[in-house]
């Protein structure tokens, strides 16, 4: 939408658009993880965050609303990394490992979403935008909310790993 960014409106835009893309990339990660995913627990934490995921979407919509734009999607060069990332990571990995992998990329994931929401954030409150605030709010309080389940998650499968590979 724009070849170049010229007041701080059309870079809030632009993230904007960028973190849409973002949240929707995520819904397509989550897919093919719970397709992966070998153990239950792990299936579950990440069918809820992708529910979460769709209200994400929801939100950051409301707020295109809010702000009277039309929802744009911009590109998200750095998901679109850490998609690849996760791809290449598990097509290495042995099936014992894979819930590791899938959760160790999620944390990944779910840090760069609460940096994505936290500048946001800033920026809303920048132009007073309080009503814009509360929903991305919303957002990223779910997302470090994700991050401390998937964090607690993949300390507990490390920990079953290295007990049926210790000596």
């Given amino acids: 939408m724009f070849e170049r960014l010229n007041t701080p409106e059309e870079a809030y835009n632009f993230k904007l658009g960028a973190a ?11 897919d093919e993880s719970i397709d992966k995913a070998q153990h239950e627990e792990v299936r579950q934490l ?27 999607d911009s590109p998200c060069p750095a998901i679109d990394g850490l998609k690849a990332e996760g791809k290449a990571n598990l097509k290495k990995t042995d099936d014992a490992l894979v819930d590791g992998v899938i959760l160790q990329g999620a944390a990944e994931v779910e840090h760069h979403e609460i940096g994505v929401y936290e500048n946001l954030i800033l920026n809303a409150r920048a132009m007073k935008r309080e009503d814009v605030v509360d929903l991305l709010r919303k957002n990223l309080s779910s ?25």
């Fill in 20 to 30: 849409l893309t973002m949240e929707k990339t995520v819904l397509d990660i989550l």
């Fill in 46 to 72: 990440l069918q809820q965050h992708r529910r979460e995921t769709e209200q994400h979407v929801e939100n950051l919509e409301q707020v295109f609303a809010a702000m009277e734009w039309g929802v744009d």
């Fill in 143 to 167: 997302e470090e909310e994700t991050l401390r389940k998937v964090m607690a998650t993949q300390e507990e499968v490390a920990s079953r790993a290295l007990a049926h590979t210790a000596p």
